[in-house]
């Protein structure tokens, strides 16, 4: 689609007024999406992007622009235009750009050229939907979408390197809504990965339909979350978006080279238990936020960010990399051509222990089970964060009792994972498909963490007397 020697000129014409480095973005997706809502397709599309970015680097600034025409002469347009906005050079100063293809790692699951017939993103919604019905005649709702997407990318930068990659990614979630006329619960399962959709083969559509309506009857059950400070026992897998929110982001050297995060030049030390690992992997087969490259053409990598409590680096993209003198991880994601790389989260997770989850919970008095959580929020200067649990029970005389509904978790990050004292040995990445926000721009991710005990932390509850 997009010829080496135009890529090799775009590169050369965006640093001709100067610039540390610079590189092309150029991108190709196919999407295809369905939603079912009161039994029937609701809404369905299918869409082609088409476009090119061009970055150029001059100290701690860029210049940005793209194109979604692609003829030659608008895309040294663009060059022009990057070039002039990042100027740092008085005059003309072409440099030619020889250009090497390299290989990348593969660690997708191939996926087909082509979408699949619709009957068949159909045929996947409609199983979901009354398999989610037939679980409990108190199942009163259900909404489901399927997503399948290839992206395509061609990545040249100024320091010769020219890598392309095919990404594909697909997701089907179900959400169920439970009541028994007194009180409503609602539940919701997703999943998917870098795979084709033939992965529902054996994820099938009834499962994450029966694990939604679970969770959705497990909630009209529930009682009042009571409120205080409490152990906390926080669930594998999913519990892994704790992680993400409250430690994950503030590990990213954006943050971190403006002294804005709480971890900001605290390199070598403790920040954590010693009990506390924590992993981001862009090379993990299959999951969704696995990168064979970044969106700077960087391998995707194996980051450890955290080791037995020691704060042993921050995930880095190209520019941020370069002023903090040391090497990108593979951290440069970006949302689409539109819109620049930044130093971002793949796949994070923390690895297993050596508790088992009955010893974790058997030491337990009084806490609560957080199971998985409903989404959060979290300051990243200060560390605070504040997340809604999705499913969630009372842990009582070292005993998993009652579920209950409403509870938030209040709490700061940096102290959270001071306070770990057990991590399980049950470490598995979530069943959910997460999608991470930052600057206005959205990327896939994955988390994941083993079963997890907190000493202390703060629930917040509507528990009466």
Not at 196 to 204: C, K, L, M, N, Q
Request: hydrophobic share 40%; net charge negative; aromatic share 6%.
């Amino acid at each position: 689609m997009f010829d080496e020697a135009l890529l090799g000129q775009l590169v050369a014409r965006a640093l001709r007024y100067g610039g540390e480095f610079a590189d092309v973005f150029c991108e190709r997706r196919r999407t295809v999406a369905y939603r079912l809502q009161d039994g029937r397709i609701h809404d369905a599309s299918y869409g082609v992007t088409l476009g090119v970015g061009i970055r150029v680097v001059a100290g701690e600034s860029a210049g940005y622009a793209c194109s979604d025409d692609l003829e030659p002469q608008a895309l040294m347009e663009a060059a022009d235009a990057a070039s002039l906005i990042a100027r740092s050079l008085p005059g003309d100063a072409v440099r030619g750009v020889d250009l090497s293809p390299q290989r990348a790692p593969s660690f997708y699951n191939s996926a087909a050229e082509e979408a699949a017939d619709a009957g068949r993103y159909v045929s996947l919604l409609e199983t979901a939907d009354r398999a989610a019905r037939a679980y409990d005649p108190r199942v009163v709702a259900v909404n489901a979408h399927v997503s399948d997407e290839i992206q395509e990318v061609w990545i040249a930068t100024s320091d010769g390197r020219l890598v392309r990659d095919r990404r594909p990614l697909v997701t089907l979630g179900v959400q169920v809504v439970a009541t028994d006329q007194k009180e409503r619960g609602s539940g919701y399962v997703g999943d998917g990965g870098r795979t084709s959709i033939a992965f529902f083969d054996r994820e099938t559509p009834e499962s994450l339909a029966h694990e939604a309506a679970r969770i959705a009857t497990v909630n009209v059950s529930a009682v009042p979350a009571p409120a205080g400070e409490m152990e906390m026992i926080v669930g594998a897998g999913g519990g892994g978006v704790l992680l993400h929110e409250a430690v994950g982001h503030g590990l990213e050297s954006d943050f971190n080279r403006r002294g804005t995060s709480l971890y900001s030049g605290r390199v070598g030390e403790r920040v954590a238990s010693e009990l506390v690992t924590i992993y981001d992997d862009g090379n993990l087969q299959e999951e969704r936020g696995t990168v064979n490259v970044d969106d700077e053409g960087v391998p995707g990598q194996h980051k450890v960010l955290v080791q037995n409590g020691v704060l042993l680096g921050y995930m880095q993209d190209r520019l941020n990399a370069r002023l903090m003198g040391v090497e990108s991880t593979g951290s440069g994601r970006r949302q689409s051509f539109r819109f620049v790389p930044q130093p971002r989260m793949c796949n994070t997770y923390m690895p297993g222990g050596e508790s088992s989850v009955e010893e974790i919970v058997a030491t337990t008095q009084r806490g609560i089970y957080a199971k998985s959580f409903a989404g959060g929020q979290v300051e990243i200067a200060k560390g605070d964060f504040v997340f809604m649990v999705g499913e969630g029970y009372l842990v009582e005389n070292g005993k998993i009792t009652t579920p209950v509904r409403n509870a938030t978790i209040i709490g700061n990050g940096p102290d959270a994972m001071m306070k770990v004292v057990a991590v399980g040995n049950d470490a598995r990445l979530a069943r959910r498909h997460y999608t991470c926000g930052k600057g206005g721009q959205y990327v896939p991710v994955g988390v994941g963490m083993p079963t997890v005990k907190i000493a202390s932390i703060t629930v917040g509850g509507t528990q009466h007397g």
